[in-house]
């Protein structure tokens, strides 16, 4: 069955602009988190969608959002876009999220780069 | 609060064992990950393991729990060059579930 896609895999936008990244999960999974990677920070969390619903939210600015559709695929927005912002995003989809323990399954992510 | 403390190199040689380790901080979790990444790609799940468990093996993995020191650790035998990549050390705790990584262990192979 087909993985998780992320779309674009590759994105250069400037400074002050806003991009949005999309996600399908594997089928049947309703659960969508987003990460955030950088050699600095590393992996952080940025939020969880299920059923439609933001579940969990991690520490990032407001500037990050995030909504999911009815048929589990999810868009993260990142507005007023920074130089800080240059990262690998990465989607995660799993049956039940946080509630179970399947086995989050990532995309290859979307590598975002702010000039 | 939640961490995930790692070593950021490990080199070995083909056919060798690796070991890489892991602590955590957050006696709450549940469950605790290992993933691969290669360069360019994302977060491959190795395996997983429940926090009341001491040991699970998986073909060439064997993971290695030991709660009291919150101490985790993946064994990869007879280590192959196809093995070179950037594992993670992932725990899911604290109050909203979601995965908390380290930074992630550099594995190099030499033939």
């Known amino acids: 069955k087909a993985g998780v896609t992320q779309t674009p895999r590759y994105l250069i936008k400037t400074r002050g602009q806003q991009v949005t990244l999309s996600c399908s999960p594997i089928?049947?999974?309703?659960?969508v988190s987003w990460y955030q990677q950088t050699p600095g920070q590393g992996l952080q969390f940025l939020f969880e969608y299920f059923s439609e619903t933001q579940r969990n939210k991690g520490n990032f600015p407001g500037r990050f959002s995030g909504r999911q559709f009815s048929n589990s695929r999810s868009e993260m927005n990142v507005s007023t876009l920074e130089l800080g912002d240059s990262a690998l995003y990465l989607c995660?989809?799993?049956?039940?999220?946080?509630?179970?323990?399947?086995?989050?399954?990532f995309g290859s992510g979307t590598r975002l780069t702010v000039v | 609060g939640e961490d995930v403390e790692q070593s950021l190199f490990l080199s070995v040689r083909e056919g060798d064992s690796s070991v890489i380790n892991c602590t955590y901080t957050?006696?709450?979790?549940?469950?605790l990950y290992w993933y691969k990444q290669e360069p360019g790609a994302g977060l491959q799940l190795l395996t997983y393991?429940?926090?009341?468990?001491d040991m699970k093996q998986d073909q060439r993995l064997t993971v290695l729990l030991n709660k009291k020191d919150k101490h985790l650790s993946l064994r990869i035998a007879d280590t192959q060059t196809g093995d070179s990549a950037i594992y993670f050390c992932a725990e899911r705790g604290g109050s909203q579930g979601n995965l908390i990584f380290g930074k992630g262990t550099k594995l190099s192979v030499k033939p």
């Open positions: 957050d006696s709450s979790s549940t469950y």
């Open positions: 089928s049947g999974h309703r659960s």
């Open positions: 393991i429940f926090s009341n468990m």
């Open positions: 995660a989809s799993s049956l039940e999220g946080a509630l179970r323990n399947y086995g989050y399954t």
